[in-house]
Nanobody
């Protein structure tokens, strides 16, 4: 089992920045690829970004590429999502997720563990 706890969400004006964190407890954090997904009201959950177990590979949704940066610190069992140039369309609940492989990283159905989510609201 892996327990994931997100933090860092909040209210920010358009153009601002936030950094989300996801702390993991349980089995060896470095054994898992990590990802961020988000879900806006009335919409399906969508992929945001993923990072491989060592951090050497990353992947981003087109909608956030160039604005968001995913990173991880395996010594601290934490994955981060730095979000810059935020837009109102980025408003959503953000979830972190974990799985032991680097296959189909944008498919939420392939992830084994999920956090409870953190709300991000971007005002115009």
């Amino acid at each position: 089992q892996v327990q994931l706890v997100e933090s860092g969400g909040g209210l920010v004006q358009a153009g601002g920045s936030l950094r989300l964190s996801c702390a993991a407890a349980g089995r060896t954090f470095s054994s898992y690829s990590m990802a961020w997904f988000r879900q806006a009201p009335g919409k399906d959950r969508e992929f945001v970004s993923a990072i491989s177990r060592s951090g050497s590979n990353t992947w981003y949704a087109d909608s956030v590429r160039g604005r968001f940066t995913i990173s991880r610190d395996n010594a601290k069992n934490t994955v981060y999502l730095q979000m810059n140039s935020l837009k109102p369309d980025d408003t959503a609940v953000y979830y972190c997720a974990a799985k032991p492989n680097w296959d189909l990283v944008a498919d939420d159905e392939t992830y084994d563990y999920w956090g409870q989510g953190t709300q991000v609201t971007v005002s115009s």
